[in-house]
Antibody
């Protein structure tokens, strides 16, 4: 069965970087793109960007451009999201999600990774 | 960027009742690329509807989506206990960026 399993919760200080992993299994990894979506406490969903697992092409939300990098390792079927220069308002649950049939709707989601940014 | 506005913010209903949720876009959604998700507390979102009206795999037929252009609706015909959750609409026709509505909470009356 399709699964996306993310790395565990993390606590970072302002200005630091974080890298969240998303291990995919149960399907052909390079056949579906991966997006990252975050959710601040008590808030709605915010799309952060997308990566093609086939060729590594990326699209990022404009306001995060320069602070976020998405990568994949096809040998381990794992996607990564790295964010730099963390601020307190980056505190959120970060989700990876699989494209649905080539579109940018998402049929499978990881369990979420809580990243807390606090001094 | 397409802004999605969901209404109402909160819907208070009883089990067995019908729920009607609205999602309005600031401009026309290309090819009706509009999806609906359910999110229960502490869980990841779950895809319910894609392409404005197609049910995702395993979604019961009491969930239905309709609409086109800028106005979309999610209807839950008879609420069951597990349906009390937050629902988000999402447009993916004009991306980047993909955008989500702010959510509608369906709570038990």
């Amino acid at each position: 069965q399709v699964q996306l399993v993310q790395s565990g919760a993390d606590v970072k200080k302002p200005g630091a970087s974080v890298k969240v992993s998303c291990k995919a299994s149960g399907y052909s990894f390079t056949g579906y793109g991966i997006s990252w979506v975050r959710q601040a406490p008590g808030q709605g969903l915010e799309w952060m960007g997308w990566i093609s697992t086939y060729n590594g092409n990326t699209k990022y939300e404009q306001k995060l451009q320069g602070r976020v990098t998405m990568t994949t390792d096809t040998s381990t079927t794992t996607a990564y999201m790295e964010m730099r220069s963390l601020r307190s308002d980056d505190t959120a649950v970060y989700y990876c999600a699989r494209d649905h049939n080539g579109g940018a709707d998402f049929d499978y989601w990881g369990q979420g990774t809580l990243v807390t940014v606090s001094s | 960027e397409i802004v999605l506005t969901q209404s109402p913010g909160t819907l208070s209903l009883s089990p067995g009742e019908r729920a009607t949720l609205s999602c309005r876009a600031s401009q026309s959604v290309s090819s009706n690329y509009l999806a609906w998700y359910q999110q229960r507390p502490g869980q990841a979102p779950r895809l319910l509807i894609y392409g404005a009206s197609s049910r995702a795999t395993g979604i019961p037929d009491r969930f239905s989506g309709s609409g086109s252009g800028t106005d979309f609706t999610l209807t839950i015909s008879r609420l069951e206990p597990g349906d009390f959750a937050v629902y988000y609409c999402q447009q993916y026709g004009s991306s980047p960026p993909v955008t989500f509505g702010q959510g509608t909470k369906v709570e038990i009356k």
